[in-house]
């Protein structure tokens, strides 16, 4: 029961961020023009998160996604540290729990 709501929490979480990425908002364009940058990859990211979202909430996908989504979350963090922005660290890190708790009460299933 428990990994079920950590799946639902984590889908939620990144589904939304998914969303924004795909909505492209202008500072995230701004950020990327001013490290000249294309604009490709956001779209490409915020799709594989919608993607990854969706593929955490079937049991049968769960692990793939799992491991797609922490890579994800894991590039996330690195950037944020090299170019010194908080939020997206902490949001990172957040979204690295959630998948950790999946991980970790997914392997506690009863025989």
Do not use: H, K, N
């Not at 939020?87 to 998948?99: E, G, N, R, T």
């Amino acid at each position: 029961m428990a990994v079920e709501v950590l799946a639902v929490a984590a889908a939620v979480v990144f589904a939304g961020g998914g969303v924004y990425l795909l909505g492209a908002p202008d500072l995230v364009m701004l950020r990327l023009a001013v490290l000249a940058w294309p604009a490709w990859p956001v779209y490409v990211l915020g799709a594989v998160q919608v993607a990854g979202a969706l593929a955490l909430l079937r049991t049968g996908t769960r692990s793939f996604a799992l491991l797609l989504l922490a890579v994800i979350s894991a590039g996330e963090l690195a950037a944020s540290i090299v170019y010194r922005e908080m939020q997206p660290a902490v949001q990172a890190m957040i979204q690295l729990l959630l998948l950790t708790g999946i991980l970790l009460f997914g392997g506690r299933r009863a025989s």
